[in-house]
């Protein structure tokens, strides 16, 4: 373990924050930036805590310096003034006088020349290399243009990042040979067309499978994705990044799950480091910068975003009025990061080194965004006049520089060595993640055609004029007759060519080539019946709501001595809510920093418990963090070829509905785990009302495709649930040898009751499918001949109305109702669909009936359905239910009332299924139609709820359980 996450002290007082830090720090703790503090220092998280109150005890002495800065500025300016406090702030720092932080620099590179590194590597070769890659992403897009396919592709992106890519590649990603996880390295989605240039380069993929870029259907033997997907290229992307956002907090929470991995000792993962690619436009995503102060309080000195400053995105400028480098740097220094600007090329350095009067400075300063942008695409001449001609003395600083010169001055983010000292820089930092903020043009070497134009972000093809000059720009040698045919040709040096040895040597002394990911987790050796046992026995008198059941199985399974140390509680500050604060004192709260303070609870059998080697992970108020470390956790078993567990509690309103995009990304990147949806239903959560009432986060669940979701009445399902989810994911089958990739979302309640024995003869076959007969109808009289039969489907907190109509059904109204457990309907549905697929494409086959069509095919009267969901819930089986069918939900927005109004407000509760039954039977003349009328005055139906409810009257139905 060469590098190991390390605590550092410090004097609170004093602060941590260096304003100027230059990275320049190295891990060998020696301080290569002439004024920086030492990196070595714990950043402290109380930033800048000034005694500013204090009375001045030496007025004159005060005066006295007062008076010194006033005579600066007066007679020699405000230039000279400000540089004379810069240097007394730097002085200060380095004495350990504790003064706040600047939160900006100037807009020059962070890394003075003097103090950039020697580059290891043939700076000759890897320009070239950088041509060949820059003309085969570019080709590869035109071409996926060609006349009859038009799929689209984005070529400016990657031309504006091929040196920060390039660089990472050649110097700085670890891959996975060897055995070890290597860096974690997400690629802003829309580069991906140079990440396959350089892979066909690598002999990874071949021509034919470039031509296939975004068909990845109808090209013969597969085409490629468009982005980084994980799911559809298995072998090859890592990290779903497209989604715009993610890329930021994902990586954040992967740096961390690191971390966490590695105060568990679950596995070495001091050699990785996360690197997170982002493009300037997308730090405006709430995600990007949401959770940057994690980062810095949990010092992931191993996580390095990079952010490509090309000043657009995709309609025009990122802050053409403004400086997003500038604000970006502000923003990550008060979180506590490492800044690094990578602004201008080496060409610039002369020009700076001559700005004794730092006019040039402040012309960089103080140029938008927008304007820089203009220069971009402007002639030497405009430059001179609009960007040096404002002051005689910048004038003579480019004197000697001709209009092309001048033009071709570069931005820092497409030279080489700046990019290289500024990635070495981010690697040896100690004790604080880093961003690089790299200043590119967008379409770089495309011509000027593409170059830094608005529309860039959307051109997809070169003419013929635009394929001339980009050849010449990156000198290679394909003849023009090439450019003329159809389809513009790809270039390949050859096999024995120096720029394919060389990458091919790096990548092998770096370990392989990535993008790549591979799944080298064994199956987990599952624990066998007994740890389920307890949960069928049911509750005895006692009333449990199933998170409470849920959560007692996770304390066993916590337990169990192969997979117990797999799991990773997950919340958002809700631990209490969901009884899981028990689990404090035994399993801990994860930490980096242990517990530096002693807990107010310290006395209390359960008190607040924080660890370095803490299981559960407290993500604070934040259901995007907790969805991050879910993704980390859940997709560890490729990532680190380790199986971890995440079972991430929630608001089930707080879920799907709220972090849907990252449960996609879970479902792209392959996560396996578990989601409990707590506190779910639309008429649980007693008193808290339209946005905490969960009516639908099923629906939700049923559109991903890697989900698979449970809405379980009784404890002993979710016994059999969970156990068939953990054999599903982390056993082995012969259809799955390592798994199945699919994620568990199952739905809790915090509503307590009785939990039953499992039935001697549970069919849990029909229970994992999703639907089977709980309890079937009564001994009924009915008085004239057989009752009248009916069928209700209930799920979760439905369970019981059904139970309870079924009941009345027999004593009220002599009707006979089965009563069915359906735990999925998700499922019920999936399966349905499967076969009509199946079916569609083999008509002359046997045709396959689905489960739930076989199982209520033969049952006697109508079917009602009820969940504590919207209609469209159960509603997802009425394709393939053949009798009558009827559901019943709460549509509509929830509100805050007690559990029996809201039902009846709904008409979910046991007199409404009954009525629900009886008008179905009344239509097929089953029973007579007065029935109805005589119901709903039985049941007080034709009242308004209020009059229903006056007196603190209840329905049967429990009311007990407090607010979540
Ligand atoms: C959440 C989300 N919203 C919108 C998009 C569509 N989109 C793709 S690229 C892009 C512009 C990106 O600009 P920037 O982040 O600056 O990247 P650049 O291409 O300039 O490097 C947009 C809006 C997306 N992919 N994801
Ligand atoms: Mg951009």
Redesign the pocket.
């Known amino acids: 373990m060469d590098h190991v996450p390390r605590r550092r002290t410090v004097d609170p007082a004093i602060g941590g924050h260096h304003p100027g830090g230059t990275g320049l720090t190295s891990k060998d703790g020696k301080d290569r930036g002439d004024h920086v503090a030492s990196g070595r220092q714990r950043f402290s998280i109380i930033s800048d805590g000034l005694p500013s109150q204090l009375p001045d005890i030496n007025p004159d002495e005060t005066r006295e310096w007062l008076e010194s800065l006033d005579a600066v500025i007066k007679t020699e300016g405000r230039g000279r003034a400000r540089y004379v406090m810069l240097r007394l702030l730097e002085r200060a720092r380095e004495l350990q006088v504790g003064v706040p932080g600047l939160r900006s620099t100037d807009f020059i590179n962070t890394i003075p020349p003097e103090h950039e590194p020697w580059f290891p590597g043939d700076e000759h070769v890897e320009r070239r290399i950088r041509a060949y890659i820059r003309w085969n992403a570019a080709i590869m897009v035109s071409r996926a243009n060609r006349p009859d396919i038009g799929v689209g592709g ?1 070529i ?2 990657y031309a ?2 091929a040196s920060l890519y390039e660089v990472g590649f050649n110097h700085f990603f670890r891959g996975k040979d060897h055995g070890e996880s290597g860096d974690q390295v997400f690629i ?4 991906s067309p140079g990440i396959y240039a350089r892979a066909y380069l690598e002999g990874r993929l071949p021509e034919d499978k470039l031509d296939g870029f975004r068909q990845e259907h109808s090209h013969p033997g597969g085409g490629l994705s468009s982005y980084p997907h994980p799911r559809l290229m298995p072998d090859f992307w890592e990290f779903p990044t ?4 993610l890329t930021a907090i994902d990586s954040v929470y992967q740096a961390r799950f690191n971390r966490y991995l590695y105060n568990r000792k679950i596995k070495d993962t001091s050699r990785s480091h996360v690197w997170a690619f ?6 405006s ?1 709430p995600e990007s910068l949401g959770a940057i102060g994690l980062a810095a309080r949990e010092e992931l000195d191993n996580l390095t975003f990079v952010v ?1 400053c ?1 000043l ?3 309609d025009g400028p ?1 802050r053409g009025n403004g400086k997003i480098i500038q604000e970006l740097e502000s923003f990550f220094r008060g979180a506590g990061w490492n800044v690094i600007k990578v602004i201008w090329g080496r060409d610039w350095d002369p020009l700076l080194a001559q700005d004794v009067d730092g006019v040039l400075v402040n012309q960089m300063n103080t140029t938008p965004d927008g304007q820089f942008q203009t220069f971009s695409v402007e002639s030497g001449e405009y430059i001179r006049e609009k960007f040096f001609g404002a002051d005689p003395r910048l004038r003579k600083i480019v004197q000697h520089l001709s209009d092309d010169e001048l033009r071709k001055l570069s931005r820092g983010g497409h030279d080489y060595r700046k990019v290289y000292a500024a990635f070495q820089a981010a690697r040896e930092h100690v004790g604080q993640p880093t961003v690089i903020l790299a200043h590119t043009i ?1 379409g770089w070497t495309l011509g000027s055609d593409f170059e830094a134009r608005n529309a860039t ?1 959307q051109m997809k093809k070169l003419t013929k004029a635009e394929l001339k000059e980009f050849r010449d720009r990156l000198y290679l040698d394909i003849p023009d007759s090439a450019l003329e045919a159809p389809l513009p040709p790809y270039y390949h040096p050859g096999e024995g060519s120096d720029e394919i040895q060389y990458m091919r040597e790096r990548r092998a002394a770096l370990g392989g080539f990535l993008p790549k990911r591979v799944v080298r987790a064994k199956p987990l050796k599952l624990p066998g019946d007994p740890v389920y046992s307890e949960m069928k026995k049911g509750s005895g008198k006692q009333n449990v709501a199933t998170t409470m059941a849920f959560v007692r199985l996770l304390k066993d399974l916590i337990k169990d001595e192969n997979i117990g140390a797999r799991f990773v509680p997950i919340a958002p500050d809700e631990y209490r809510t969901f009884g899981m604060d028990s689990l404090f004192p035994t399993s801990k709260i994860y930490s980096p920093h242990g517990q530096t303070y002693d807990a107010v609870d310290r006395k209390l059998l359960l008190s607040y418990k924080e660890s370095e080697s803490g299981q559960m992970l407290h993500e604070g108020i934040s259901e995007a963090g907790s969805m991050a470390s879910t993704i980390a956790a859940g997709t560890a078993y490729a990532t680190h070829g380790e199986h971890m567990i995440p079972v991430y509690i929630f608001y089930s309103m707080f879920g799907f509905q709220r972090t849907g ?1 990252q449960m996609w990304a879970l479902g792209d990147q392959m996560g396996r785990g578990f989601l409990l949806g707590a506190t779910a239903g639309r008429t649980t959560l007693t008193g808290e009302g339209l946005q905490h009432a969960d009516g639908h986060s099923p629906l939700l669940a049923a559109t991903n495709p890697a989900c698979v979701h449970y809405d379980a009445t009784w404890a002993f399902e979710l016994a059999h649930i969970v156990q068939d989810a953990l054999r599903r994911m982390y056993g082995t089958s012969e259809e799955h040898p390592t798994g199945e990739n699919v994620f568990y979302y199952l739905t809790v309640y915090n509503e307590p009751y009785q939990q039953p024995a499992e039935p001697d003869d549970v069919d849990v076959d029909g229970l994992l499918k999703g639907l089977y007969r709980y309890k079937a109808a009564p001994e009924t009289t009915s008085g004239n001949g057989e009752a009248p039969h009916a069928q209700i489907l209930a799920s979760g907190v439905g369970g019981r109305w059904a139970l309870e109509a079924q009941r009345l059904l027999a004593a009220d109204w002599g009707v006979a109702a089965d009563v069915w457990s359906a735990t999925s309907w998700n499922e019920l549905a999936r399966e349905a669909r499967d076969c009509d697929e199946w079916n569609l494409l083999n008509p002359d086959g046997e045709q396959r009936v689905p489960y739930v069509s076989r199982t209520l095919d033969s049952v006697a009267g109508p079917i009602v359905a009820v969940s504590d969901f919207m209609r469209a819930v159960p509603d997802q089986i009425a394709p393939w239910v053949h009798g009558d069918f009827t559901a019943l939900g709460t549509d509509g927005f929830g509100f805050s009332d007690t559990r029996a109004a809201a039902r009846r407000y709904f008409h979910v509760d046991a007199a409404s299924i009954v009525l629900a039954v009886l008008t179905r039977l009344a239509h097929h003349g089953e029973v007579k139609p007065e029935t109805l009328q005589q119901a709903m005055e039985k049941y007080r139906l034709n009242e308004d709820v209020a009059d229903v409810f006056a007196n603190g009257a209840t329905t049967s139905e429990s009311n007990t359980g407090g607010d979540a």
Do not use: C
């Open positions: 984005h400016a992106t504006s990042a802003q989605g829309h580069a497209v989604s715009m956002g982002l493009g300037d436009g997308e730090m995503e490509n090309n657009q995105q995709l990122v967008k972000h995009d």
